[in-house]
């Protein structure tokens, strides 16, 4: 697995920590309620999982797995995978905390935004190494 | 494919017919009589769909294709491997069992399912990440 990858996995690993125990905490209000302002964290815990596990997860494992070019460097230019793994790192957290702060919409979009460039880039990278097997 | 990788699998095409058919009784909520209130079954269809099925498709998966550590234990330790699968489906099932029952005015019993639910569910995850953490790396 390259390093990227490997950034990528563990940091996919860590939000899925996050967000399983914000989820948790959230369930657990749900039966016992001890905390109700927990109800706040809600969409932290859908961006957590989504973005920061789910896509981040895939974006790492892509990285590692889809075709490479015969010379090197292999995986192409990486400039926008790396790239893509601060702006989707950056955008998690800033829509994390966008979301959970009442009044913090304007980071919320920032996150947004920061996530947008994070695919852009990622595509930009990924895109040539789309090829069939004969290429 | 390791047995491991077999049942997170097997288990998640499971869910994802279980999630798709509650997915089919909360459409049908506008014509035919609910017996629990569809508050509580939307987020157990989403949480058998996301966790279920993906999640635990995503754990299968990763059991099976991530580097392995050593000739000793290939997958690191078979024990957290299978406390993470029964922790996820134990969790799972609590919280569909759990959660409807507790929003139709159900009693604390149901109430405690849903804080065991919580705390299995989480533990999930820490066994995964503990478990898979050493076998994401180069050669």
Do not use: C, D
């Not at chain 2, 699968?85 to 399912?113: C, H, K, T």
């Amino acid at each position: 697995m390259p390093p990227l990858s490997i950034w990528y996995v563990r940091s996919a690993l860590v939000h899925l920590l996050i967000g399983f125990t914000v989820g948790g905490l959230m369930l657990a209000n749900k039966g016992m309620p001890f905390a109700p302002e927990l109800w706040l964290l809600r969409s932290a815990h859908i961006e957590l999982l989504f973005v920061g596990w789910l896509i981040q997860l895939g974006m790492g494992v892509a990285f590692w797995i889809l075709p490479r070019f015969w010379t090197p460097p292999v995986r192409g230019n990486e400039t926008g995978a790396i790239v893509s793994l601060v702006l989707l790192n950056v955008g998690v957290w800033l829509v994390v905390v966008g979301t959970v702060w009442r009044s913090g919409y304007v980071l919320a979009l920032l996150g947004r935004l920061s996530e947008v460039g994070a695919a852009i880039a990622f595509a930009s990278h990924l895109w040539p190494r789309i090829v069939p097997r004969q290429s | 494919m390791p047995k491991l990788t077999r049942w997170f699998i097997k288990t998640a095409l499971v869910y994802l017919i279980l999630a798709l058919a509650l997915g089919l009784v909360l459409a049908s909520a506008g014509i035919f009589p609910q017996p629990f209130s569809v508050g509580g079954l939307t987020s157990v269809y989403f949480h058998l769909f996301m966790v279920g099925w993906v999640t635990q498709l995503i754990f299968g998966v990763a059991n099976w294709m991530f580097p392995t550590l050593n000739r000793e234990a290939p997958r690191g330790s078979e024990t957290l491997g299978w406390a993470t699968y029964y922790l996820v489906n134990a969790g799972l099932l609590l919280r569909a069992i759990g959660e409807p029952l507790l929003a139709s005015g159900g009693a604390a019993l149901w109430a405690i399912l849903l804080v065991l639910s919580s705390a299995l569910l989480v533990i999930a995850g820490l066994a995964f990440l503990v478990n898979n953490w050493n076998r994401v790396r180069g050669r």
